[in-house]
């Protein structure tokens, strides 16, 4: 049974960081692409980061130079580390993996995704 499980998130105030932790079961994340996505209150779903299994990243605009996407292939966990938050990133956030090797165009669509975690949310506020 496949089960993906996040951690990590909390209340920070602007311009903290917050590392948030996808552990997987059921699979091996070594053979799989990750996306973290995230979901504001009355948002569509958006995709923030994606790891492909070749090891290639992406990230929205907003997120570049700011977070950070990893694996530990040995725990079989991936990360996003989270630094210079700011209100605007306020959501639940979401680890998610499918096969394959998405593409900078094709790892931020949603239903191309297999597995999925509950969610964490992350609060950023003064």
């Known amino acids: 049974q496949v089960q993906l499980v996040e951690s990590g998130g909390g209340l920070v105030q602007p311009g903290g960081s917050l590392r948030l932790s996808c552990a997987a079961s059921g699979i091996i994340l070594e053979d799989y692409a990750i996306t973290w996505f995230r979901q504001a209150p009355g948002k569509e779903r958006e995709g923030v980061s994606c790891s492909s299994s070749a090891g290639s990243t992406y990230y929205i605009d907003s997120a570049k130079g700011r977070f950070t996407i990893s694996r530990d292939n040995a725990k079989n966990t991936a990360y996003l580390q989270m630094n210079s938050l700011k209100p605007e990133d306020t959501a639940i956030y979401y680890c998610?993996?499918?096969?394959?090797?998405?593409?900078?165009?094709?790892?931020?669509?949603?239903?191309?995704?297999?597995?999925w975690g509950q969610g964490t949310q992350v609060t950023v506020s003064s």
């Open positions: 998610a993996t499918r096969r394959g090797r998405p593409n900078g165009n094709s790892c931020w669509v949603p239903t191309l995704y297999n597995y």
